[in-house]
């Protein structure tokens, strides 16, 4: 029992540790004008304070790696995404790429550095698939989107982080703002002022809303057009039969039909980013901005139809949706995500009333052109992203990773995940099935025979941590 206590207590503390660096979204201001929180989990919070393991996230880490096997799994020719079981086909990609967000938020590293990192694991990997492609004498030069697969997964983030760069310095600034975020902070006779700021974001939203379109229609598609429907050809016709999976035109009627398209696709994402912009500029309620941008999001995919070229465009949605969440959190996340949890039955019956029984096909590749479908299939992806972006840390119980899984292990597991994403589609292709199978899930064991180094890394970290913690200290007590 006491045991169980230190562990706690050590978990307590660790939360402390934890919530220093990370975002705050409510508080008041002091004589000094810093922020200081007015409870010890802060309802909006995306990652909750006390629910950080030895100052990590690691349902984040568990989270991800589950995603990774499933992709392993479908790229292996299983059926399992083909008929959505478990409804993967609404939460496997967009987990790894809210997950994606959330880190880019939570990284320091510069963006150079943050880049090419990204870029030597794009090199390494495509050097892998490629290496299959030639051993197994396959066409690799008229297939390089093929070639390419899994990774275009990380070349996507690439792109991705460099466009969300300067929106992140931004969210960076209106975090730290000091100012109250619950109502109940507010005096009463000042309360009429929030709901009039709120009026003013919205409205200032609606507003440039239709000024995008107006832009977006009679401005930009012809010029986007008149520019790039030759090069797009060209990109289309080079990169092979997996660009034409993927709806990249091979004439020019296509090449300008597919250019409007997607700049119509590219308008969600613009009102998203206008959103994000604006809405704190004119209002302080800055965590009702995730919901917006959910809103706008997902309503734009339920009426307007998106073809499977839109897929990217999708995935960088969700991608700033996980880092606009981090900084600004959600406007009473943790009311939304504890009916959520405690009503967990009624969650997984909505997921199956929502997909229409007997369907198979991916949705999320060839989306259903039925207005019908189509509310089905977003509701059901937009309640599963708001079951991530409310209630992660309250799916899995932190015990996993303070009393059944050691730190070393959870570290082979991250490894071991990084390892299955670089090479699972080599080995698919060289290796008989069941085979690959086998070898897949062997490569954990030289992995956790070097969980040692693990701990060493992690040793390092912690004492790293510690000695920033101690120079702040003394700074902060001789001024």
Request: proline share 4%; charged share 15%.
């Amino acid at each position: 029992m006491s045991k169980d206590k230190d562990v706690l207590e050590i978990n307590e503390n660790e939360s402390l540790a934890a919530s220093e660096s990370g975002p705050n979204y409510s508080g008041k201001r002091t004589g000094k004008g810093d922020r200081v929180l007015t409870a010890e989990d802060d309802a909006d919070r995306l990652l909750a304070s006390n629910s950080a393991v030895d100052g990590r996230f690691p349902y984040l880490d568990l989270t991800r790696l589950i995603c990774i096997w499933l992709v392993v799994m479908d790229h292996g020719g299983t059926l399992y995404g083909v008929w959505n079981v478990m409804y993967v086909q609404g939460w496997v990609l967009q987990y790894l790429y809210i997950i994606a967000g959330i880190s880019f938020g939570m990284s320091k590293t510069p963006l150079l550095q943050y880049v090419g990192r990204l870029g030597m694991y794009f090199l390494v990997g495509v050097f892998c698939n490629f290496t299959a492609w030639v051993v197994k004498g396959m066409d690799w030069k008229g297939q390089m989107w093929d070639v390419v697969f899994q990774f275009w997964f990380v070349f996507g983030l690439m792109g991705f982080v460099c466009c969300l760069a300067p929106l992140k310095a931004y969210l960076m600034r209106v975090r730290d703002r000091a100012v109250p975020q619950d109502w109940e902070q507010v005096p009463r006779d000042e309360l009429q002022h929030w709901y009039i700021a709120i009026l003013q974001g919205l409205a200032a939203v609606g507003f440039g809303v239709v000024a995008i379109k107006v832009v977006w229609h009679l401005a930009l598609v012809p010029l986007v057009q008149r520019s790039l429907t030759l090069p797009v050809v060209a990109l289309g016709r080079y990169t092979g039969y997996g660009a034409e999976h993927w709806g990249l035109p091979s004439t020019n009627d296509e090449g300008a039909e597919f250019l409007e398209h997607f700049c119509t696709y590219l308008q969600v994402t613009a009102i998203s980013v206008f959103i994000i912009l604006i809405f704190p500029m004119v209002s302080n309620q800055t965590s009702l901005v995730g919901w917006l941008v959910l809103l706008n999001t997902y309503l734009h995919r339920v009426f307007c139809y998106r073809a499977q070229e839109a897929r990217m465009i999708n995935s960088f949605d969700v991608t700033m949706i996980g880092m606009t969440c981090y900084y600004l959190g959600l406007r009473h996340r943790k009311v939304v995500g504890t009916y959520l949890v405690r009503y967990w039955f009624l969650v997984l019956f909505a997921c199956a009333m929502l997909w229409p029984p007997g369907a198979h096909g991916r949705f999320d590749e060839n989306p259903p052109k039925a207005l019908t479908h189509r509310v089905m299939d977003n509701a059901q992806e937009a309640l599963l992203v708001v079951l991530f972006l409310t209630a992660i840390e309250r799916m899995v119980d932190t015990n996993i990773f303070m009393v059944d899984i050691p730190k070393s292990t959870m570290w082979a597991l991250n490894v071991y995940g990084f390892l299955l994403f670089l090479v699972h589609k080599a080995i698919h292709i060289m290796i008989p099935q069941p085979l690959n199978w086998f070898l897949l899930v062997a490569l954990f064991l030289p992995v956790f025979l070097m969980r040692s180094r693990g701990d060493a890394m992690e040793e390092k970290a912690s004492s790293s941590a510690d000695s920033k913690r101690e120079k702040a200290s003394s700074s902060e007590g001789n001024p």
